[in-house]
């Protein structure tokens, strides 16, 4: 999966996927929700609260 395929799907920009990864950006609630859905795991899953996907 490209970054750019990422963020079309997501809504945003292949700037701000970038950023997430790197860690120099961090998503906001209603972006790490849209993240979760796509690829089918719990925010907690995403934030390392749980290793339960």
């Known amino acids: 999966m490209t970054q750019i395929k990422l963020a ?3 809504g945003t920009n292949q700037n701000n ?3 997430y990864e790197s ?3 961090e ?3 209603a972006m790490l929700i ?3 859905d796509y ?4 925010v907690d899953y995403l934030l390392y609260r749980t290793e339960k996907p």
């Open 17 to 19: 996927i970038s950023r």
């Open 39 to 42: 690829f089918n795991v719990s």
């Open 8 to 10: 079309i799907d997501l």
């Open 23 to 25: 860690g120099e950006r």
């Open 27 to 29: 998503a906001d609630y």
């Open 34 to 36: 849209k993240i979760a």
